[in-house]
């Protein structure tokens, strides 16, 4: 298990390897710094992607038909797959909605960690401490109503669910 510091490290070395410094981060240039393709496809609907890493190539293929909010989440997702877990293995991760919520077969093998993980890393790549703050800074308010949040979910590229999320565990209150 990684700790959380050390996975939001990870994301912020690939925003600066990758030289993304603004909102909404650009995760497809994150994904060629690390050498990942993107493909999009015609995927079930419970499946948002999976990773397919081998010696000779890496891609992430995404759900066409989901929304681009969660299309980018995804992708962010699969790189912080490949980034946290794939380094030195080989091998497919195929992530379905709300992985994280269900209990199946991958929770019994302790992956729901690395799904937690995935989750974190992407959250941090997508909606980077720094860049959150100084949208914030802009914004000069403590406490978030449902027209801020929108708004500010928009300038990120991110749902506003995942934008809760990521306040929440920046120390931000978040309003109803």
């Known amino acids: ?20 410094i603004t909102a ?30 081998d010696p000779s190539r890496s891609v992430a ?19 912080g797959h490949y980034v946290l877990h794939v380094e030195s293995e080989e091998g497919l991760f195929i992530d379905k909605k709300y992985t994280v919520h269900h209990r199946d077969h ?14 974190l890393f992407a959250s941090s790549l997508l909606m980077p401490k720094a860049i959150v703050q100084a949208l914030l800074d ?4 403590d406490f978030f109503d449902e027209f801020e949040t929108s708004s500010l979910a928009k300038r ?9 999320f990521r306040l929440a565990r920046l120390g931000y209150e978040v309003g109803e």
């Open 61 to 79: 293929v995404i759900n066409e038909n989901h929304h681009p909010n969660r299309q980018r989440f995804t992708i962010a997702h699969e790189l």
């Open 1 to 20: 298990m990684m700790s959380s510091k050390r996975v939001e490290a990870k994301a912020r070395k690939l925003l600066e390897q990758s030289g993304i």
């Open 24 to 53: 909404p981060v650009d995760v497809e240039l994150a994904a060629r710094t690390l050498g990942v393709e993107i493909e999009f496809d015609d995927l079930d609907d419970d499946v948002s992607g999976f990773l397919s890493v």
């Open 106 to 119: 991958n929770s019994s093998l302790g992956t729901i960690e690395k799904e937690r993980e995935a989750n």
């Open 156 to 164: 990120l590229g991110v749902s506003e669910q995942a934008l809760g």
């Open 138 to 141: 802009d914004l000069s308010v």
